[in-house]
């Protein structure tokens, strides 16, 4: 069964912390399935593996890993780094590549100022809205050097994506960005809720950690993210 649903917001235990929380009553609604019952399809065999350290070489954090977002009391856990296979971008849609979050660890501040990761189903119209968002602001996200990594649950059914579906995914809304596949959430379910999509979280590449999570398209995702980076 698939769903439409209202806008919705995750605060784990402890709430979010106010500087974080304006603005999210503009979630404008989200996506909700069968998550971890629909059929299972395999990403095409590669010889391919993950990093544990950042481009650097600097190991990937290794303690307090977890889903918990910050709070106005207590710090986030740390983004889990999680590798997985998918498409880097439109330029390269032929080629198989294995992200790993590590790539995004960047303490020196040599890359990034902001990641934001979205997990999502392809055929959900909210996830589809917020995508095509994102790529309005391609320009200015390079500008402001935020990273967005997308990962999709389940294809255009309930099934998890093929190969053919991530594909048809990156090349309909020309990705500058990578869209990787955790087959059913296999991988995100034991730190976020996957039930429902687009799922957003917002991670501070400097330490990893998680400063937000909120579930629901965000409605104008240069101001999401510029809220984030104007209180780093």
């Known amino acids: 069964m698939r769903k439409l649903e209202g806008a919705m917001l995750v ?42 350290t950042n481009p650097d070489g600097i190991a990937y954090p290794t303690t307090n890993i977890g889903g918990q977002p910050r709070s106005a009391t207590q710090a986030g856990q740390i983004f889990p780094n999680l590798i997985l296979q998918g498409i880097r971008s439109a330029a390269t849609i032929d080629t198989l590549a294995t992200v790993s979050m590590a790539e995004y ?36 996200r390079a500008d402001h050097r935020v990273a967005v990594v997308q990962i999709a649950m389940q294809g255009y059914g309930s099934a998890s994506p093929a190969w053919s579906e991530l594909q048809k995914w990156v090349g309909d809304h020309g990705l500058d960005l990578p869209v990787v596949v955790d087959e059913q959430g296999a991988q995100l379910r034991p730190y976020f809720p996957v039930g429902s999509v687009p799922l957003n979280i917002v991670v501070n590449p400097r330490t990893m950690e998680v400063l937000a999570v909120d579930i629901g398209e965000v409605g104008d995702v240069q101001a999401y993210q510029q809220k984030f980076l104007s209180n780093l």
């Open 105 to 140: 660890y960047d303490p020196t501040g040599a890359r990034c100022d902001l990641l934001h990761v979205m997990g999502i189903f392809l055929w959900c119209p909210h996830c589809n809205n917020e995508t095509s968002d994102l790529m309005k602001i391609a320009t200015w």
């Open 11 to 52: 605060a784990f235990a402890g709430g979010l912390a106010g500087s974080f929380a304006g603005g999210l009553a503009g979630l404008m609604g989200g996506c909700s399935g069968d998550i971890g019952g629909g059929l299972v399809v395999p990403m095409p065999d590669a010889d391919l593996s993950g990093v544990a």
